[in-house]
């Protein structure tokens, strides 16, 4: 069984789209997240929610908009998207708030192309 | 703030050779540090952390590292590596609510 799961895996799409990066876990965890991994293999947090409430934005572009219907799913929609939104964006999750002596588990990632 | 710095950005061995991945952190207060690993096409996953007690500490695949305060370094050592250890790995530091990532060292295993 995988913990945290994301579709789609890639996704290539034009300039100007919109388009969704779902996630989900199965470890019972309260807190999840969205890192971005750039070309050269920077990883940046992006987003942070524990049991559905936002704790973390990380100064992203509003065209980035993370939804958690409920603590189990963390989904990413993106806007009007970029050629520079080219990455591969990771969900992970974590047992409680705060990555703080505790692990945190990542998905597989999405690679997401903008031509 | 916290934050680590990852010297190397790519590490060649020869398989079996011993290897070491330089990680050194930042802080002034006291610190969570971790190793993560990625393969090829893959996400990350945690190979070690160091919360407290004992300096050194030993994760998966043969991994350790050594906390090191007063050089203020979590170095990733293996004594033999192997060609599956082909990856990128990730040094962190808890920062806040989150975790921040090093730049990644890229080990490449020669044959």
């Known amino acids: 069984d995988t913990a945290v799961s994301q579709t789609p895996k890639y996704l290539v799409t034009q300039m100007g789209n919109d388009k969704s990066i779902k996630c989900e876990q199965n470890?019972?965890?309260?807190?999840m997240y969205w890192y971005k991994q750039d070309s050269k293999k920077f990883l940046k947090i992006m987003f942070s929610?524990?049991?559905?409430?936002?704790?973390i934005n990380e100064t992203v572009p509003n065209r980035f908009s993370p939804k958690s219907p409920d603590k189990a799913h963390l989904n990413l929609h993106i806007n009007s998207l970029e050629l520079g939104d080219s990455a591969v964006y990771f969900c992970?999750?974590?047992?409680?708030?705060?990555?703080?002596?505790?692990?945190?588990?990542f998905g597989e990632g999405s690679w997401l192309t903008v031509v | 703030a916290q934050s680590v710095t990852q010297l190397d950005s790519q590490v060649p061995v020869f398989e079996e050779a011993p290897v070491e991945l330089r990680c050194n952190y930042s802080?002034?207060?006291?610190?969570?540090l971790f190793w993560y690993v990625q393969y090829p096409n893959q996400g990350l996953q945690l190979l070690l952390k160091?919360?407290?007690?004992?300096?050194l500490v030993k994760g998966i695949n043969g991994f350790e590292a050594e906390f090191n305060k007063s050089q203020t370094s979590f170095h990733l050592r293996k004594p033999s590596v192997h060609i599956s250890d082909t990856a990128e790995y990730f040094c962190?530091?808890?920062?806040?609510?989150?975790?921040?990532f090093g730049k990644g060292t890229r080990l490449h295993i020669l044959p």
């Open positions: 992970a999750s974590s047992q409680v708030v705060g990555p703080a002596g505790n692990t945190i588990y």
């Open positions: 470890l019972g965890h309260d807190t």
């Open positions: 929610y524990n049991n559905k409430e936002l704790i």
């Open positions: 802080s002034s207060v006291s610190v969570y």
């Open positions: 160091y919360l407290s007690g004992s300096t």
């Open positions: 962190a530091v808890n920062r806040d609510d989150k975790i921040i």
